[in-house]
């Protein structure tokens, strides 16, 4: 019996060690998830000079709530065209309020932008979260999805899916991974000439995604954060428009565009527009990260 007591007690200290070093990984990986979530959830942005200008432009109303913050420009009604927007990832969502106004604004229709709150700013954690912005809105008739970088890609995603439910899908500095060519939806796809974030060869690979009709706009002079407002991107080209002109440039195009296209019923909508090549609009001129 002593002999067992000895062997049992030799052992002890080993079965201490043995513990510590399991405690110690486990808490290795608490703190890399800890700290993994806490790099994504602080995003990038937003600029909060350029938020507070949209604030206090009386020709605009923005309206923050649970799923995500909207821009408007009067009462939402059946005639209003509305666009779902997923943000870039690691972007804070309140980053694209101004290129949302800039939209609004180009729109000869009434217009609502809703950019979406993602978790922890990745859209790939709720691709599907558009939903909630269509209940949220059950007036509005023409919807369109669309979304920056990681975000178009999870906007095409959930437009895949979902195409029933929508009129057009918009991509902002960013490309489809999932086919939607038979899909019946308008499609727009704005890139920046200065873009040095996107994967360009992949963007272009990934155009037989799109519908035969879909429209290319390439912006001169707009990199892959003048799409947003907050601050330089790791990784990206120098713009030669100013981050406010970049984001009028790609509002114009959006904005006339979603008028064109989302103005009409699906049933009668006009697909006058092909883009067997691309079209550079001049104008003075999927990517994790954005």
Same mark, same amino acid.
């Given at each position: !019996?002593?002999?067992?007591l000895?062997a049992i007690?030799?052992r002890?200290?080993?079965?201490r060690?043995?513990?510590f ?5 486990v808490?290795l *990986?608490?703190?890399v998830v800890?700290g993994? $979530?806490?790099?994504f ?6 600029d909060?000079d $350029?938020?507070? @200008? #949209?604030?206090?432009d009386p020709n %605009?109303? %923005?309206?923050r !709530?649970?799923v ?6 009067g009462?939402?009604?059946?005639s209003t065209v509305?666009?779902v927007?997923?943000p870039g990832?690691r972007v804070?969502?309140e980053?694209? #309020?101004p290129? @949302?106004?800039? /939209?609004?604004?180009?729109? +000869?229709r009434?217009a609502l *932008? #809703?950019?979406?709150d !993602?978790?922890?700013?990745? @859209?790939v954690? $709720?691709?599907?979260r558009?939903e909630?912005?269509?209940e949220?809105y059950p007036? #509005? +008739?023409?919807?369109?999805v ?5 975000g178009?890609a999870m906007?095409c ?5 979902n195409a ?7 991509l902002?500095?960013?490309y ?5 060519s ?10 920046g000439?200065?873009?040095g974030v /996107? +994967?360009a060869?992949r963007?272009?690979a990934?155009r037989?995604n799109?519908?035969?009709?879909a429209? /290319?706009?390439?912006?001169?002079? %707009?990199?892959?954060a ?8 790791p ?5 030669s ?9 790609v509002g114009?195009?959006?904005?006339t565009?979603l008028?064109?296209r989302?103005a009409?019923?699906?049933? /009668? ?6 883009t067997a090549?691309s079209?550079s609009?001049?104008s003075? $001129?999927?990517d994790?990260?954005g």
């Amino acid at each position: !019996m002593r002999g067992v007591l000895d062997a049992i007690a030799r052992r002890l200290p080993e079965r201490r060690t043995l513990a510590f070093a399991g405690g110690a990984v486990v808490l290795l *990986v608490g703190l890399v998830v800890a700290g993994g $979530a806490a790099y994504f959830a602080a995003g990038l942005g937003p600029d909060a000079d $350029a938020v507070a @200008a #949209v604030e206090a432009d009386p020709n %605009v109303s %923005v309206d923050r !709530m649970a799923v995500g913050t909207a821009v408007r420009d009067g009462p939402v009604t059946s005639s209003t065209v509305g666009l779902v927007y997923y943000p870039g990832g690691r972007v804070d969502h309140e980053s694209y #309020v101004p290129t @949302a106004a800039e /939209i609004v604004a180009a729109s +000869d229709r009434a217009a609502l *932008v #809703v950019v979406v709150d !993602m978790p922890l700013n990745l @859209a790939v954690l $709720a691709p599907d979260r558009a939903e909630r912005v269509r209940e949220r809105y059950p007036e #509005v +008739d023409a919807w369109a999805v669309g979304g920056h970088s990681l975000g178009g890609a999870m906007a095409c995603r959930h437009a895949a899916g979902n195409a029933e439910a929508y009129d057009a899908l918009v991509l902002h500095a960013a490309y489809c991974d999932r086919d939607v060519s038979e899909s019946g939806l308008d499609a727009l796809s704005v890139l920046g000439g200065a873009d040095g974030v /996107i +994967d360009a060869e992949r963007e272009r690979a990934s155009r037989s995604n799109l519908p035969a009709d879909a429209r /290319i706009v390439e912006l001169d002079g %707009v990199n892959h954060a003048g799409f947003g407002a907050y601050g330089p991107q790791p990784g990206d080209d120098p713009a030669s428009l100013s981050p406010d002109a970049s984001r009028r440039a790609v509002g114009n195009a959006t904005g006339t565009w979603l008028s064109e296209r989302g103005a009409a019923n699906r049933d /009668i909508r006009s697909r006058s527009v092909s883009t067997a090549g691309s079209e550079s609009v001049r104008s003075a $001129a999927l990517d994790v990260a954005g």
